[in-house]
């Protein structure tokens, strides 16, 4: 078993739909104010600035609307599941429940986020694009691959909504506060790792973001 982190509600007994390849995005709370200095930001305070540019890939979406649901309940992350020493916050009688949530979890579930998906794209909350930035100078930049992605119309970025996106992405992705994200979301990858960069560069012309 590589790296990997799940989130999981111990007052549910219920694990959260897997995010990226099995990981993490910030600390599992909607709560959105700024991290302090020494502080992994939360996942709301991220969602927001992906929310504010109209990027939002299905995984995302799925795992928001499952900490909504949730709201308030005991939500933990296991940080890297070879590494009990490594998990926060957790009692052992916690991490005994955990394991045995994880080890519950059969095809029967990995099927059923599936099939959700399949049937958000059936009636349109989802759509396959690529998510790209137009600027009026004739620049642009769009992710690598068509995948499900939250649909919407061709719409300018206005400075508060890229300036919100941009400074809250173009974070270091060696530090601690995300991993294992995929396709679009990917830090790694030219796309995201190049799109704050990109919209701050052109903030002066006109960013249109569409659908392709
Ligand atoms: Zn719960
Ligand atoms: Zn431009």
Known sequence: MGLHQRTA?????????????SGFLGFPSLAAEAPGDETMPTFGFLYAGLEAISLLPYNVVRFRDWLGEHSGHRITTLWDLDDSDTWSDTSPADIEQLYALLESEGPEELDAYALAKARAIEDGTLVVRRYCAICSCGAQWTSAEPEPIRPFNNHLLPWPKLQLFAFRWA??????WQNSLMDCTDIFEAFMAQLPGFLISHHRHNIEVRLL
């Open 9 to 21: 509600c111990l007052q549910c007994s219920a694990l959260a739909p897997p995010l990226g390849d």
């Open 171 to 176: 974070r270091d992705p060696n530090e601690w």
